[in-house]
């Protein structure tokens, strides 16, 4: 059941709380009328989108959450609140009800790239590359000199294995974004995927080169360098990789991070060898693995 008072504070916030009205001979009650006001409705609603926007920065999405579904409600033509509830979903990882908000949004306001870039990522994670795509290069009619969905494009085309307009769109990218050293780094991934490991070493190093503490690529560069023969700097990158984060010694990270299958089976050898499992031990506190079960 509704909380009485909360609605009538709701009512009184809004302006639309009636009043008695004069009694007509023979009547013995004249109930209230609420005059509902569309404009102070969506008023309301967009000001629960803002209050929803907040608690999302202070990590409070059950409250940001229920906020952004009355916000909707209060304003069900606003393509921002729809915008925010499906962006909102897809951080709670509902997937379904992101992707419904989120069209009923672009139904509104076809013309907005965000909505489109926000569905082509909402896709993405659903690992449904086809739409992604789609709705990324649409995204990007409008709005070409996006370099965030420009990368995201060249992850969806590295997925669906178009190797070569991966790398097209993660350049594109960082010819947007000088500083945008994962657009590099994910080129090392394709290169090694394709099988070209030196031209991968190489956009591992720039990356790099652009930021010195950016783990992924420092570890993906070690592991390529062990591969090769190079054990003894191969070790020394990746113990300083690990211990920047060691969340990269996690098989099922790395893949999240779109390594591919071919960098996954030398990171697994890498990451099993004595070394790098004492490193990993001293890092996080933990007894080592018994020899019998790493690779020497």
Not at 53 to 76: C, I, M
Not at 144 to 172: C, H, M, Q, T, V
Not at 254 to 261: A, I, P, S, Y
Not at 284 to 292: C, G, R, T
Request: glycine share 6%.
């Amino acid at each position: 059941m509704p909380n009485r008072n909360f609605l009538v504070c709701l009512f009184i916030t809004l302006g639309l709380w009636g009043t008695t009205a004069k009694p007509i001979l023979g009547q013995a009650l004249v109930p209230h009328i609420i005059q509902l006001n569309s404009a102070q409705l969506e008023q309301t609603g967009l000001r629960l989108a803002e209050e929803a926007v907040q608690l999302a920065r202070f990590q409070q999405f059950e409250l940001a959450l229920s906020r952004a579904e009355l916000a909707t409600e209060l304003a069900p033509n606003s393509q921002q609140t729809w915008a925010l509830l499906g962006s909102l979903y897809i951080q709670a990882e509902e997937l379904e009800e992101g992707i419904i908000a989120l069209e009923q949004a672009q139904e509104i306001d076809p013309s907005n790239a965000d909505i489109r870039f926000v569905l082509g990522r909402a896709y993405f994670q659903k690992a449904d590359y086809g739409e992604a795509i789609d709705h990324l290069r649409a995204g990007l009619k409008f709005k070409p000199d996006s370099p965030g969905a420009l990368f995201d494009l060249g992850n969806a085309y590295y997925k669906r294995g178009k190797f070569k307009r991966a790398i097209a769109r993660y350049e594109e990218a960082y010819e947007l974004e000088k500083n945008l050293w994962p657009a590099i780094n994910n080129i090392g991934l394709v290169e090694y995927e394709m099988g070209n490991v030196d031209d991968a070493i190489g956009k591992w190093r720039e990356a790099i080169s652009l930021d010195s503490k950016a783990a992924e690529p420092l570890l993906a560069l070690s592991v390529a360098l062990y591969t090769k023969g190079d054990k003894q700097q191969g070790f020394a990158m990746g113990e300083e990789a690990l211990r920047l984060d060691s969340r990269y010694a996690n098989i099922d990270y790395l893949d999240q991070n779109l390594w591919g299958e071919r960098l996954l089976e030398d990171a697994k050898r890498f990451l099993a060898t004595p070394r790098i499992q004492e490193t990993l031990a001293q890092i996080e506190d933990l007894p080592p693995l018994s020899p019998d079960i790493v690779s020497p």
